[in-house]
């Protein structure tokens, strides 16, 4: 099985940085796809970004584009989300998620449903 758990949320002023973490473990480890996700109230989980199983190719919403960053680190099974210039419709509990389907299914990781294992989530507030 596949553990994630998530770390590194807080309060944030806008305009400020924050950089997110996902240890994963288990026998898989980090041979899958890696996603990131966000659901703020009242309002249904969205894509952030994704990272390919090599970490050589990633996405992202346009909503986060040329902001956040996806990466991640096999040697430390661990993947994180670099939040930069950050406003307050960020504020979100963010959700890192592992997919068996590759990369290269581009539309398939862009959604929800491709993702098997779910973290439990880490609060990010930006306040303005």
């Known amino acids: 099985q596949v553990q994630l758990v998530e770390s590194g949320g807080g309060l944030v002023q806008a305009g400020g940085s924050l950089i997110i973490s996902c240890a994963v473990s288990?026998?898989?480890?980090?041979?899958?796809?890696m996603g990131w996700f966000r659901q703020a109230p009242g309002k249904e989980r969205e894509f952030v970004a994704a990272v390919s199983r090599s970490g050589s190719t990633t996405d992202y919403a346009d909503s986060v584009k040329g902001r956040f960053t996806i990466s991640r680190d096999n040697a430390k099974s661990t993947v994180y989300l670099a939040m930069n210039s950050l406003k307050s419709e960020d504020t979100a509990v963010y959700y890192c998620?592992?997919?068996?389907?590759?990369?290269?299914?581009?539309?398939?990781?862009?959604?929800?449903?491709?993702?098997?294992?779910w973290g439990q989530g880490t609060q990010v507030t930006v306040s303005s």
């Open positions: 998620a592992a997919s068996a389907i590759a990369f290269y299914n581009r539309e398939a990781i862009l959604k929800a449903p491709a993702y098997g294992y």
């Open positions: 288990g026998r898989t480890g980090i041979s899958l796809t």
